[in-house]
């Protein structure tokens, strides 16, 4: 695995995920480090001027008029980041806390948030060492950034809150004295440059689409399975009808299915209907719309992850001071409830799709239920219930995060994004929507042993041989959970995404 490179402008959604899902080493440049420990220095200059400046020499939120001694900028910083730790929930996941952590370092090593080299030196440390702070998963408003969860991601740095070291949750100041680490007294500003920012939102959200994106195109896959196996009338894929409405996820999403159901012996049988159901036909226009909407987010969340999302900030040549709010949410909130409205409504294609296969009415030849033995044995008509409770709870889940605001410090803060709930329910979503495809591939798989000695399409033998591997032909009924277990593994682990993309490409 290759090491990550923080330079602040040319972070990746696969860097993300490579430091914080995999655990890749970080490393960042000299040429950035000069430009912290100049902003440093004239940060210290602005002070000697006698500048009072927003969360450095005084209080934040609703005591932002509160002014103070220099000499208590430390004091402050290390009383505020104690003191906005205030969340609650489970911990978050591990690659989510290293996400964060690397994400917030992303912002800082800029030059613009007014910290020491020493700062930075420790995030990467802590970091490379494996040494991830304990952070609940609730608490932020997603506006003045992710307080409570970055100021509880940050605490480490001064020695204080909890880690997960070599697997087990310790007090930092444990695995300090282990590791020989001392903790750092914290300066003015630096309080508040360590917890300022929307970095747990978008920590979230980078694994969000790196997953979504991987499930999009296995939804594709499995809805070419289905496509092959009802014997679809494929016209409604030609390239000449996806150029007359040219919008690029459509057309795409139509060629995907083209390469996947190739060379299918069933395609070429005599169709029975002049054109099939919309489930089925309208797939490259559907899918395509997720498609495009994913592009969209991806754009916006490669800006976020990239800038100065911070507040106040300090630019060096200038020798100026600058308060703002670029610490808002919306971006990616907004995003994260579209793309959270996306995989829903994938879910309900797929269910939908399934419903073709398993409905008798609906299935031409197949038997109910893809089961012989109708009546003594149910097959996988319950598995389709579960594809409708997970379906449930994803459009309760779907709701906008970002259509509520509620007021906070003392309506100095009067509107906030709740960008993190949506980021953290998308991820909820994902989850539901793998299980909800790997019920489509399985009911894929036993329709496909019902047809034959005929030949699939090249992406639907892979998909077939791949879950004949760990889930056998159903001839009599058994416990299907773990069946449907085992698909869902090889969707998060990528290895069936992996085998398709080694015969078909996907645009």
Not at 51 to 66: L, R, S
Not at 135 to 146: F, H, L, R
Not at 189 to 213: H, K, P, V, W
Not at 306 to 321: A, G, H, Q, R
Request: aromatic fraction near 6%; glycine fraction near 8%.
């Amino acid at each position: 695995m290759r090491e990550v490179i923080v330079d602040g402008n040319n972070l990746s959604i696969e860097d993300v995920v490579n430091v914080g899902r995999f655990g890749a080493m970080i490393k960042v440049p000299n040429v950035n480090k000069k430009k912290v420990e100049d902003n440093w220095n004239m940060l210290l200059g602005l002070l000697d001027k006698g500048e009072i400046m927003y969360g450095v020499n005084t209080g934040i939120g609703g005591f932002g008029n509160c002014i103070l001694s220099n000499d208590l900028g430390g004091e402050l910083s290390e009383r505020m980041l104690r003191a906005h730790a205030a969340g609650t929930g489970n911990p978050a996941p591990l690659e989510i806390a290293r996400a964060a952590v690397l994400l917030r370092l992303n912002t800082l090593v800029k030059g613009y948030s007014g910290v020491r080299l020493i700062i930075i030196n420790r995030i990467v440390e802590l970091l490379n060492k494996n040494i991830i702070p304990v952070i609940y998963e609730k608490g932020s408003v997603g506006t003045s950034g992710d307080l409570a969860p970055l100021s509880q991601a940050m605490l480490p740095i001064i020695g204080e809150g909890e880690v997960i070291y070599k697997g087990e949750r310790l007090e930092t100041k444990e695995v300090f004295k282990k590791e020989n680490i001392e903790p750092i007294r914290l300066m003015p500003r630096e309080g508040l440059a360590l917890f300022n920012g929307t970095q747990f939102m978008s920590a979230y959200a980078c694994l969000n689409i790196y997953d979504t994106e991987r499930l999009i195109k296995l939804s594709q896959a499995s809805g070419a399975l289905t496509i092959d196996v009802l014997n679809t009338v494929t016209m409604a894929f030609d390239k000449r009808l996806m150029d007359l409405r040219p919008y690029k996820g459509q057309r795409d999403v139509a060629e995907n299915l083209l390469n996947l159901i190739k060379d299918s012996e069933i395609l070429a049988q005599k169709k029975t209907e002049t054109q099939s159901c919309y489930s089925l036909r309208c797939t490259p226009q559907v899918t395509g719309a997720f498609k495009d909407a994913l592009e969209y987010t991806k754009k916006q969340i490669l800006i976020e992850i990239n800038s100065v999302v911070d507040n106040p900030v300090f630019i060096t040549e200038s020798e100026t001071y600058l308060a703002g709010g670029n610490f808002h949410g919306e971006p990616v909130g907004l995003v994260m409830d579209l793309l959270s409205i996306a995989i829903t409504d994938l879910g309900n294609l797929s269910e939908r799709r399934t419903n073709r296969l398993l409905n008798p009415n609906l299935n031409g030849s197949l038997p109910a239920f893809l089961i012989k033995s109708e009546g003594l044995d149910s097959g996988l008509m319950i598995a389709q219930y579960t594809q409708a409770g997970l379906i449930n709870e994803n459009k309760i889940l779907a709701t906008p995060a970002t259509i509520d605001s509620i007021s906070v410090s003392g309506d100095q803060e009067d509107h906030v994004s709740m960008a993190t709930n949506a980021s953290r329910k998308l991820r909820e979503i994902i989850k539901n929507t793998q299980a909800i495809i790997a019920i489509e591939l399985l009911c894929g798989c036993q329709a496909l042993d019902f047809k034959r000695p005929l030949k699939a399409g090249v992406g639907s033998e892979i998909i077939y041989e791949e879950i004949r591997k760990i889930s056998k032909f159903i001839d009599k009924d058994r416990i299907f959970y773990k069946d449907i277990d085992k698909v869902i593994d090889i969707i998060r682990n990528e290895e069936l995404l992996n085998k398709l993309e080694e015969k078909v490409i996907f645009k």
